[in-house]
């Protein structure tokens, strides 16, 4: 209670909230059902010392909320190669980078479906794609969405050659 006290001072003077970036969603969840009614949130904390704290959430707290909860994208290009485990006739290719079952696997979208359909992959078939990585990311650091979209085939890896 005593850092969700501090967070709710926090957000009420508008200051930097990164050090309690895994207690925001939460509180955003908060900010906006009291936003729904136009409510305000007063919270009074007695601790077992007999230390009292007070925080409060107004509509200038929940308003800076709103604000910290845009995101903006963050672009970057990469390279996944791995084999395709799913294709979508609407465009979309799952590619799994590994065998085991645990191995990261990436939902790729093509914009143009026909490009997909013109290269006319498999089940199985191993791929190396130029990808545009796109995450969104709020003011709070927090990841809200990711992308990867394919701009084209990449040049297969080949691998050192090693001095025995």
Known sequence: MHAFTRLLD??????DVQEWSRLFDSVDAV???????????????YDANGG???????ERGRHFVARLRETQPR?????????ITELRESGWVKVKTGTAKNAPAYDVHFEEPEALLRMRPGLGDNVH?????RQSLDAVGIARATEYTYLGPAAEQVPLPLDS
């Not at 794609?129 to 990585?133: D, E, H, T």
């Open 129 to 133: 794609f130029r990808v545009r990585f």
């Open 75 to 83: 672009d970057q290009e990469l390279t996944i190669s791995g084999r």
């Open 52 to 58: 009292v704290r007070s925080a409060r959430l107004s």
């Open 31 to 45: 900010a906006r059902a009291l936003d729904k009614y136009a409510l305000n949130l007063d919270v009074t904390w």
């Open 10 to 15: 926090a957000l009420e003077s508008e200051e």
